[in-house]
């Protein structure tokens, strides 16, 4: 009999590469368009226009079978040394609660993954409860999405930057999207009546071991804007504004 190979499902560092290049040319034809620039580093700010507004840019990196307009939108990505530096990100004593249940190694994580893994659901509960909280989950929100200093949140989709208002953006999020666990209780799941975003760890042997992510699917949180927000206002042929973004973008 064949003997199967299971495959990682961490990304190659080939393909992280092509990933961030793409996101770095979206950040440079953007700031082109808006006569901008771009704003280098890791803060959610990707691109600043002339009348110092900020733009995030999402543009959906690669998944399995599919990319572009299939593809996943990163919302946040921190290691432990990283993490440690967001001494007032929300629910910041969960998280490191989290990060605290795995050895480390990636090899003792292999050894004792059942015993990891029970410890990760009773935290992964504990971070479903605290987003509940409607005031909680907006700073989360807020924090995880924007750091609190941005102004538009962009999708880049069939070659167009769609600009919406933030504000707009993370009050349709809490209002339509449902917190849970997921199954197995290893993630927190955010839902309509599909998974539009989620909070799992990332455990892959990449020398990123362990690793906290949110992922976003494009299409689904692109689809849920463009059915909440109906006001839609094309500037150019690439540069669309929709609802709070058609008045309060400054050009």
Not at 13 to 28: H, P
Not at 100 to 120: H, L, N, R
Not at 210 to 224: A, E, G, N, Q, Y
Not at 239 to 251: R, S
Request: a positive charge; aromatic letters at 12%.
């Amino acid at each position: 009999m064949e003997q199967k190979i299971s495959k990682s499902h961490g990304m190659t560092s080939d393909k992280a590469s092509r990933v961030k290049t793409r996101g770095n040319r979206k950040e440079d034809i953007f700031a082109k368009l808006i006569e901008g620039i771009v704003i280098k580093g890791t803060k959610k700010q990707d691109v600043m226009s002339a009348y110092e507004q900020f733009f995030s840019i999402k543009g959906g990196g690669e998944i399995q079978g599919g990319e572009g307009r299939k593809g996943r939108i990163q919302v946040f990505m921190y290691n432990p040394s990283r993490f440690e530096k967001e001494k007032d990100f929300p629910a910041r004593d969960i998280i490191q609660k989290i990060f605290d249940c795995y050895p480390k190694t990636y090899q003792e994580y292999q050894d004792t993954k059942s015993a990891v893994k029970a410890k990760i659901s009773s935290c992964m509960k504990e971070l479903k409860d605290f987003l509940l909280n409607d005031q909680d989950r907006a700073k989360f929100l807020d924090r995880a999405f924007f750091d609190r200093k941005v102004d538009f949140f962009v999708i880049y989709d069939d070659d167009i930057f769609h600009i919406f208002d933030k504000n707009e953006v993370w009050t349709i999020i809490l209002n339509n999207l449902k917190v849970e666990n997921s199954s197995s209780n290893q993630k927190v799941v955010f839902k309509t009546d599909v998974i539009c975003a989620e909070i799992e760890m990332r455990t892959t042997d990449d020398g990123k071991y362990p690793t906290i992510f949110m992922p976003m699917s494009k299409r689904v949180i692109f689809d849920l804007l463009s059915r909440n927000i109906k006001q839609k206002k094309e500037l150019t042929r690439f540069l669309w504004l929709y609802g709070n973004a058609i008045k309060n973008y400054k050009h």
